[in-house]
């Protein structure tokens, strides 16, 4: 995942609500409002290396006055370029507006990077201040009439300018931000889309509050070690460690990952646990209480609807998608239509495989979404006879991230990485290196915030605080963050399978936004389509089984020796297993965000209706299969409440380009710093600044082909 929020302007002039959210307004900060700014660490551009964070000087109270006078300020620059008596011209208008907002652009970034990453309660409380001001601040801006009237001036005789092909492109960019935010509407519908927008701000933030206090809530207490038979040493050592840090001593808490699977089930031998942990997932923010969700879902589908209608659009979806690589809702509406038959008949097999295994060893019972991860991997190792456990202990933190993630990085790309302990952090946990090219020039500061937290939110994000830029002048700070169980002080952290796929995953983002070279900040690194923005990640994934790769990093955290080849041919065979299972509870998801996003605004449900919304929508779309629920339900589906509303498709989108890819590089060799060079030369020094598919086909050659994609996830013709 890619967390969006890094430019305030790029955030400043999206009509898609921020995924930052907010709470009951009233609350306000906990702050001396007047504090000075001439102390204030967010005045001025950090003075660090790289303009890093000066995380030891920020302290809470320092946020809410920045915003105040970073809006303050950003509005008498916009006021002053709006207002100005000159002819607009490319410099004075679009590059005017580039530059505005940096004290703003500061102060939120590092606000809303901490918000997800690191939290408090004064955080919250700002957080929930801050919301409505801030979509008004953006409002005021893409609303502002004269402001626009320049825009749509230099927009119509853009090919007369005289621009290179990345400043005309930028002329374009901000008219279609203007436009798609409202710039057109009569000054009435105006003041109807600010309200909605404020409203949404707060409904979001509400959402991703509750979601970080419900997780929490819902983790599993368990009383006694006997009922975690199956776990491995280590994973109950976590549960040990994370009780003891909720003052429960003695007891073992196994908290909830983002998605309705949880790991757990893959190990728990106790049929009756397995049940209460999968019911504790998926009843999440939908059973009272609280920190219930439904009724902001319900909400949130109804007001994007509303507001899509206003700005002239059939329904949400159509609006968002316009300006994606997708284009339209029947686009989108085909490709998850094309395969998801395919993956229910598949995940059908797949049930059969486990239902015959329940019965091999008598179980007497019929397979329910609890049993599935347990099963499955039985019967995957008694098919490729390997299991999980089996490889963890090749799977050290150290050695993933230096031996493999920045191995695979120095192949391709001739990096290197040095770790540097002098520059603050915001949490122990965090850690920081210097990142430089092949010719020894420092690229990009890293860093990597692993470790899961009750203070963090769920799932795995990259994000920027210094975003690259050639007008500015700006290197990239960048950094990755994991939810990995945090094993007692001196026990080796050895990872997943997923959690490795994963860390490779957040890197592809990150190798993103570090090879930016682009001029203008609005087409930074990964500013580019949400159906686009997966694939340089999902490319990067394919490296952590690369053999050489794989080799290099996967040794044993006790004896160093290396992860037999027979075990890397298997794990390597094995990639097809369990898939339909896979691609049936993505489509789920992804269908049940397009479903609240392709209604109208008097098809939105109650709070009390929006299990039976989301029955109804995964069996008309023939993905009901009661064994494998949707990867996320909608009361916890954090991604369609923030940037990814109708938007979820985006990784099977993407994933086309990305299978497409990972053969080019077999075609070509595999591993070589010619392959990786050409990547970067490409497409992931290009940011935006050039469309997203002519950036595909510069690397590819020719338009993507989606057979590779089904020959991966099982879907090809029988
Ligand atoms: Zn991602």
Request: glycine share 6%; no cysteine; net charge neutral.
């Amino acid at each position: 995942m890619k967390n969006r929020l890094a430019l305030a302007l790029a955030l400043a002039l999206g009509l898609a609500a921020p995924s930052f959210a907010a709470d009951k307004p009233a609350q306000p900060a906990p702050t001396a409002a007047k504090a000075d700014m001439a102390t204030n660490p967010f005045a001025k551009p950090s003075t660090l290396p790289f303009q890093y964070p000066a995380f030891d000087k920020i302290k809470n109270e320092h946020f809410a006055p920045a915003f105040e006078a970073g809006m303050t300020e950003h509005r008498a620059e916009i006021d002053a370029i709006a207002d100005a008596k000159d002819a607009p011209t490319f410099d004075n208008t679009i590059v005017a507006m580039e530059k505005s907002g940096q004290l703003l652009n500061r102060a939120t970034t590092v606000f809303f990077n901490l918000s997800g990453a690191n939290t408090n309660d004064d955080i919250e409380k700002i957080q929930s201040e801050m919301a409505p001001k801030l979509s008004a601040h953006q409002d005021a801006i893409a609303l502002n009439p004269k402001l626009f009237a320049r825009v749509q001036a230099l927009y119509d005789k853009r090919d007369t300018l005289g621009l290179d092909a990345e400043g005309k492109r930028l002329v374009e960019r901000y008219y279609t931000d203007f436009v798609r935010a409202g710039a057109k509407l009569s000054e009435a519908d105006k003041a109807k889309l600010k309200g909605m927008n404020a409203e949404l701000a707060t409904l979001q933030t509400q959402f991703s509050q509750n979601m970080l206090k419900e997780n929490n809530a819902s983790a599993v207490i368990v009383d006694s070690k006997d009922e975690l038979k199956g776990m491995s040493d280590e994973a109950i050592a976590a549960a040990a460690e994370a009780a003891k840090q909720r003052k429960l001593d003695g007891k073992y808490v196994i908290a909830l990952q983002n998605t309705s699977g949880q790991p757990a089930l893959a190990q728990l031998q106790n049929r009756a646990l397995r049940e209460r942990l999968q019911k504790a997932s998926v009843t999440r923010a939908s059973h009272g209480g609280e920190f219930d969700n439904r009724a902001i879902v319900a909400k949130v589908a109804k007001i994007r609807a509303e507001r899509a209608a206003l700005m002239g659009y059939e329904n949400h979806a159509a609006y968002t998608l316009e300006d994606e690589t997708a284009k339209t809702v029947k686009a989108v509406n085909d490709r998850l239509a094309q395969l998801a038959p395919a993956a229910v008949a598949n995940a059908k097999k797949e049930a059969a495989d486990l239902q015959a295994m329940i019965d091999k060893e008598k179980g007497g019972f019929q397979l329910a979404p609890w049993d599935w991860s347990y099963y499955a991997e039985k019967v995957r190792s008694e098919k490729y006879s390997f299991d999980e456990s089996q490889l963890r202990p090749y799977f050290e933190y150290d050695n993933v991230l230096k031996n493999g993630v920045f191995f695979a990085a120095n192949k391709l790309y001739g990096l290197s990485f040095k770790e540097r302990k002098d520059l603050p952090v915001y949490n122990p946990d965090v850690r920081v290196f210097d990142v430089f090219d092949a010719d020894n020039k420092q690229l990009a500061i890293f860093l990597v915030d692993w470790y899961a937290r009750d203070n963090k939110r769920g799932g795995a994000w990259m994000n920027e605080y210094v975003s690259q830029s050639g007008l500015f002048g700006t290197h990239p700070v960048v950094a990755n963050h994991l939810n990995i169980p945090k094993p007692p002080q001196g026990e080796p952290t050895l990872m997943t399978f997923d959690e490795v796929n994963t860390a490779f995953h957040e890197f592809g983002h990150a190798l993103h936004g570090m090879f930016s070279n682009v001029k203008y900040p609005r087409f930074s690194g990964t500013s580019v389509p949400r159906d686009f923005v997966e694939y340089p990640s999902q490319v990067n994934e394919m490296w952590m089984t690369w053999p050489e790769i794989m080799k290099n990093y996967a040794k044993h955290y006790k004896t160093g020796a290396p992860i037999p080849q027979e075990l890397v041919d298997k794990v390597v065979a094995a990639q097809k297993f369990n898939q339909g299972f896979a691609t049936t509870e993505y489509l789920g998801a992804a269908l049940l965000d397009q479903s609240w996003h392709q209604i109208k605004a008097n098809q939105a449900p109650e709070a009390a209706g929006v299990l039976d919304f989301e029955a109804a929508a995964l069996k008309k779309a023939g993905v009901d299969f009661a064994p494998v629920p949707p990867r996320y339900r909608s009361s916890y589906f954090s991604h369609i409440m923030g940037g990814y509303a109708a938007g979820y498709y985006a990784y099977i989108w993407s994933e086309v380009l990305d299978a497409d890819s990972v053969e080019w590089f077999k075609e070509n060799g595999g591993l070589s710093r010619k392959n990786g060079d050409h990547f970067r030369q490409t497409l992931l020094s290009r940011g935006g600044s050039v469309d997203a598919m002519q950036l595909f086909k510069d690397f590819r050659g020719r338009d993507p082909d989606v057979k590779p994609l089904l020959e991966r996830r099982g879907l090809t013709a029988k």
